[in-house]
């Protein structure tokens, strides 16, 4: 230790010049206020701004310079001899001299945040947000350019055969990073991305300073063998450490429903069999895994994602049979298609030959055995299974706003917006699907620009919601999903929501404040009320069992870490059975999480999602109506 | 085998790719001696000082110095060692102050007397560069440097290269005189032959890496002579030659002969081989020997 400090000291005086250099810099940064066309800034911003800027420059600058010179220069000079001509250790030569470099490139950066430090003293000393940008910027950075600096000026010098490894090595470096990171990006793991990048800056910084150590110790005056030593313990180390760091993100991304511990429900099946769920697993930090889960057995299919913006990505045949997504890739690349015939006995993801972008539109009809594409203005429909395209077409202008479904394996139906403002018309139209021909079944007018639509299952009825501009008036309208025909005005408040046959079911608030469930046909007859009084905060989930709606409450109103009680509601008797207690819905119900950018919100019901829920330690529960049971399917605390 | 050798390489070969810069070097330098390895330019001298000093690893064979490995013992063996460096290797922003500082440090044995001692004794100032010191201030202070610590062992590698002959003398006047009253061992290559001859205890001669010559000097100087005769015409060429063998001939002439064999009872063979008068005996200086062992004409005729 003695050594390595003499060390430390002499190379710390021998350069102390370079002082000089932040003492101009300083005067650069105090200057700057008074430079022409910077008058119109606050001085304090100016020079705040300048001394960073010159410190962290100076800093890097100074990094890649002594990097550069404080080992390779004097070795290529012949006068490295001078220190194994002492009794040094080459532990202490390389650290006595690295350490030096480093105080000194520290001791030039204060001198030139002295007037950042000083003007901002009363806040430096209230947040400490900027401590560990500060070090990253002026300490990490540094040493890191300057072990590379000194690697790479040892190559340069040398210039032996070793430069075929050190390329080689670089490029394996490069390609190993990228494919640990890469699929942490895709999966949007934001601290995992950072532990990963960190670990692979700490891998460089480790194996660099180990190279440089037994470059010097190795090596000693003879810089081909300095190179040489380097390099193979530059990429030994680097090959252990890439090795450690690629295992551990094949480890943080690659499990199972199995070993989740947190579920996050995105998408059901129609049949609530399957459903594609996010899941964390314990100390796999923020990684989610993304797959489609068989709620009725251990099958699952790892879907790739999550990636922001899309997260209903998965599709499914209204009978649950068959489920399509979009492949892995960057945000605005085109995307490979991908399905699983979900109701083999072994399903697995199949790549298709389709290439999608992201914005385009999908459809599966309801047998799954028909994938329609609207992209570009242009509707194809393919028969999946071999992918042999059906028909093509180019949609008239002005259909840029539309949603795509199936009413049938024949037909395609469009709900299109078109118009804006306040004259903003829906148009129905039917292609079909063996001829390509556009066949218009309807149209509804004056829809205004903020609206939304609800299908049923059938695809017979629509409720047409719609608001004014500034959001506070309202319309809700019931049309025929086929022709647009206009049927009634939708009086009760609530939200409404089509049940099984076809009824609507909402809940209302009486002209006394009480809540109520209440329960008519699509032409307003038959309406039946149950009283709900008393629960706080009811909200209604889908259809669980024919003719039987979830309904949720607040455990506790005071503290909503209770979760929620869930009972089923016979929407004919008015009859409440208990489901659980203590529960989260798995799969929340908003609708426009179902939309589609610029196209039409719509939402199809999907019963078998309000069989879903989360218990208290994050498990998905699925109730199961013939025995009244929950029963666990993954995740929760071991 | 000498006894308590200070520098002992045995096998020793270094080579830098395909080419071979010392080949199979074993020697031995006595405790208390002054080992002069001498060869041309290129002919392996500094790459065996850096061996011997642990600053390169050889080839094959063996180094040590005080008993340690040079390699896996150069830092514990340079507790002991003094080194004075072919080309000046001291930082050249720094003082002779300042490289004191950092020698207390690191070395064990260090004596700041001794080194300023020296350096006021040869007027080398103490607060100049060491890039602005002359070349002969220069010398001075890597000899200080290296003889501060008491040394056991002080390895010279070239030391008067670039210094005058006043300078070069001088040097070896000093130099002389304070092994003999510490009876350091001296390691040392030189092209100064004519300035060691008075101190070299022992010889070695590299030629292309390879070792010619490991002796006493006085050995090596009885050796070597050169012969004057007056031939006669009743005794030929061919007995001449003939009779020069038992000596050891190097080069031949019509009246003379450099031989490396010398010997009384190789003199009195020769004598009977080819009854020439002769002249004259003539020692040669160690420079002599030295072209004769590493010049191009070897074996020709004078």
Not at chain 1, 12 to 28: G, H, N, P, T, Y
Not at chain 1, 535 to 548: I, M, R
Not at chain 2, 102 to 118: D, E, H, I, Q
Not at chain 2, 206 to 221: A, M, R, Y
Request: glycine share 10%; with cysteine; aromatic share 8%.
């Amino acid at each position: 230790m003695n050594a390595t400090m003499a060390v430390m000291a002499r190379e710390f005086v021998a350069r102390r010049e370079v002082v000089l250099v932040a003492v101009a810099a300083v005067v650069i940064a105090t200057a700057m206020p008074f430079m022409p066309g910077l008058g119109n800034y606050q001085p304090d911003d100016v020079r705040t701004v300048s001394s960073n800027t010159l410190a962290v420059a100076l800093g890097w600058g100074l990094a890649l310079l002594f990097g550069a010179t404080v080992i390779g220069g004097d070795l290529s000079e012949g006068r490295f001899g001078f220190y194994f001509a002492r009794p040094v250790s080459g532990l202490a030569v390389w650290w006595g001299r690295v350490l030096a470099a480093l105080l000194l490139i520290l001791v030039c950066e204060t001198i030139v945040l002295l007037p950042s430090l000083l003007g901002n003293a009363t806040v430096l000393v209230s947040s400490h947000e900027w401590v560990w940008p500060a070090v990253i910027a002026c300490l990490v950075m540094p040493f890191l350019l300057l072990l590379l600096s000194h690697a790479i000026s040892i190559m340069v010098r040398a210039r032996t055969a070793w430069l075929f490894l050190d390329l080689a090595g670089f490029v394996v470096l490069v390609v190993v990073a990228w494919l640990s990171v890469r699929p942490l990006l895709m999966m949007v793991a934001e601290i995992a991305v950072y532990v990963i990048a960190g670990a692979l800056i700490a891998a460089l910084a480790i194996a660099l300073s180990i190279a440089g150590w037994v470059g010097v110790a190795v090596g000693r005056v003879d810089v081909p063998r300095t190179h040489s030593a380097l390099s193979l313990a530059l990429w030994g180390t680097l090959a252990v450490c890439l090795a450690g760091i690629a295992f551990y993100s094949s480890w943080l991304r690659n499990f199972g429903p199995k070993d989740f511990d947190k579920v996050e429900v995105l998408t059901v099946a129609p049949d609530g069999r399957w459903v594609e769920a996010f899941g964390q697993a314990r100390n796999r930090l923020d990684v989610r895994r993304r797959c489609l889960i068989s709620t009725a057995d251990n099958l699952w299919i790892p879907v790739p994602g999550p990636w922001g913006g899309y997260p209903m990505d998965v599709i499914y045949s209204v009978d649950g049979s068959t489920a399509l997504w979009r492949g892995a890739g960057g945000s605005d690349e085109p995307r490979t298609l991908w399905w699983a015939d979900l109701g083999r006995r072994d399903p697995s993801a199949q790549p298709t030959n389709l290439v999608v972008a992201m914005d385009a539109l999908l459809a599966l009809s309801a047998g799954g055995e028909r994938l329609a594409i609207l992209e570009d203005g242009t509707l194809s429909i393919y028969e999946l299974e071999d992918e042999r395209l059906l028909t093509a077409v180019r949609l008239p202008e002005g259909f840029d706003r539309v949603t795509p479904l199936f009413p049938s394996e024949e037909t395609l139906r469009l709900f299109v917006r078109v118009g804006h403002g306040e004259g903003q018309s829906l148009l129905i139209v039917d292609v079909v699907a063996s001829s390509g021909e556009i066949v218009p079944t309807g149209k509804i007018k004056g829809l205004g620009d903020k609206l939304l639509l609800m299908v049923d299952g059938g695809l017979q009825h629509m409720v047409v919601w719609t608001r004014s501009e500034d959001g506070l008036a309202s319309d809700r309208n019931i049309y025929d999903a086929n022709d647009g025909s206009f049927i009634r005005k939708l009086t009760t408040s609530g939200f409404p929501r089509f049940l099984h046959d076809g009824r609507l079911v909402i809940v209302s608030e009486d002209d006394d404040g009480g809540l109520s469930l209440v329960v008519e046909s699509v032409e307003g007859r038959d309406r039946m009320a149950h009283s709900i009084a008393g629960a706080s905060e009811p909200t209604l989930s889908g259809e669980a069992v024919p003719n039987g709606v979830v309904v949720a409450r607040l455990e506790d109103p005071s503290d909503r870490s209770q979760g929620l009680r869930i009972d089923l509601l016979d929407v004919d008797s008015g009859e409440l059975r208990n489901v659980g207690r203590h529960l989260r819905r798995a799969f929340p119900w908003a609708p426009w999480q179902y939309g589609t950018a610029g196209a039409v919100f719509w939402f199809r019901d999907q019963p078998a999602s309000s069989r879903l829920f989360l218990d208290q330690t994050g498990a998905l529960m699925r109730w199961n109506p013939e025995t009244g049971g929950l029963a666990h399917v993954v995740g929760g605390a071991k | 085998m000498v006894a308590d050798a200070v520098v002992k390489l045995d096998g020793l070969t270094i080579r830098y790719g395909k080419l071979t810069a010392v080949e199979d070097l074993s020697l031995e330098v006595a405790k208390g001696g002054v080992y002069a390895l001498l060869g041309r330019n290129g002919s392996g001298k500094s790459s065996t000082v850096r061996c011997v000093l642990g600053q390169q690893r050889p080839t094959a064979g063996r180094s040590r110095i005080l008993g340690f490995d040079s390699w896996k013992g150069r830092q514990r063996a340079m507790e002991r060692v003094g080194v004075v460096p072919e080309n000046p290797d001291v930082p050249p922003e720094t003082t002779a102050d300042r490289i004191e500082r950092f020698m207390s440090r690191v070395t064990p044995f260090w004596r700041s007397a001794n080194y300023f001692g020296r350096l006021e004794k040869f007027r080398v100032p103490r607060k100049q560069r060491f890039s602005r010191l002359s070349k002969g201030q220069q010398r001075q202070l890597s000899l200080a440097l290296a003889l501060a610590g008491s040394p056991r062992l002080l390895v010279l590698d070239d030391p008067t290269l670039g210094l005058d002959a006043v300078a070069r003398r001088k040097l070896y006047e000093e130099l002389v005189g304070e092994l003999a009253d510490r009876g350091t061992t001296v390691f040392l290559t030189t092209h100064d032959l004519t300035g060691i001859e008075g101190i070299a205890d022992q010889v070695g001669v590299l030629k292309e890496g390879t070792l010619l010559v490991n002796e006493p000097l006085e050995v090596l100087k009885a050796r070597y002579c050169r012969l004057l005769w007056t031939a006669t015409e009743d005794v030929s060429r061919q007995r001449i030659e003939a009779g020069l063998q038992h000596l050891g001939v190097v080069k031949s002439g019509a009246n003379e002969a450099v031989v490396e064999k010398f010997s009384e009872f190789g003199f009195d063979r020769f004598r009977q081989e080819a009854p020439v008068d002769v002249t004259r005996i003539d020692s040669l200086s160690l420079e002599e020997i030295f072209i004769v062992l590493c010049g191009e004409e070897r074996g020709g005729r004078t």
